[in-house]
């Protein structure tokens, strides 16, 4: 009886190992994991505030403060895109719109590192800049292109009817 203790007391500490490298090769950060939309199909976080819908990969609780991350697994830089960074502002925005809870931070995934994105005044500012910004080019009717990617138009829904496609 004994011996059936100790090779369950082993496997435990196994799987409780192999949790915890998971968890850190993940780059997701400690704390409960409150929201997930990598599985089943989340409900979205909406703003009519700021006219704004999205949803996180995660949100994790730490020390009661939920953290939203965003997972780009086939993704590698050495420093975040901007797009990338803007959007997890605009999770960190519709954290503090539906949970009146502001988050200090979100985290931004890549394939083979991990980027704290600060939520500061800032990039907050930035990101309702942005957003009116957006806002204005749909009651623009026509808006340049914003890029020389080649790539981008490559893939781009709009690309046969584009004007300004570059392929």
Same mark, same amino acid.
């Given at each position: 009886?004994?011996g *059936? ?9 196994? *799987? ?6 998971? %968890? %850190?090769?993940?780059g997701?950060?400690?704390? =409960? ?14 703003? @009519?505030r700021?006219?704004?819908? /999205? ?8 020390? /009661?403060?939920?953290?939203?991350? =965003?997972?780009?697994? @086939?993704r590698?830089a050495? =420093?975040?895109y901007e ?6 502002a605009?999770? &960190? !925005? !519709? ?13 931004? %995934?890549? %394939? ?13 500012g930035?990101l309702l800049?942005?957003l009116? =910004? ?7 009717g026509?808006?340049a292109?914003?890029?020389r ?6 893939? &781009?829904?709009?690309? @046969?009817?584009?004007e300004q496609?570059?392929?």
């Open positions: 009886m004994s *059936l203790v100790a090779i369950l007391v082993c496997a435990g500490v196994i *799987l409780l190992v192999l949790s915890w490298w998971l %968890r %850190r090769r993940s997701l950060p400690g704390g =409960e994991i409150t929201y997930s939309d990598t599985d089943i199909p989340a409900q979205p976080l909406m703003s @009519n700021y006219q704004l819908v /999205g949803k996180p990969d995660y949100i994790v609780m730490r020390g /009661g403060v939920p953290i939203p991350i =965003e997972v780009k697994p @086939n590698t050495d =420093e975040p797009s990338d960074r803007m959007q997890v605009s999770y &960190c !925005l !519709l954290i503090e719109e539906t949970q009146a809870k502001t988050p200090p931070m979100g985290v931004l %995934r890549y %394939r083979d590192r991990s980027f704290k994105i600060s939520y500061t005044p800032k990039l907050r930035q800049r942005l009116d =910004e957006m806002r204005d080019s749909l009651d623009a026509d808006v292109r914003s890029h990617s080649e790539a981008r138009c490559a893939t &781009c829904g709009f690309r @046969n009817s584009c496609s570059l392929v």
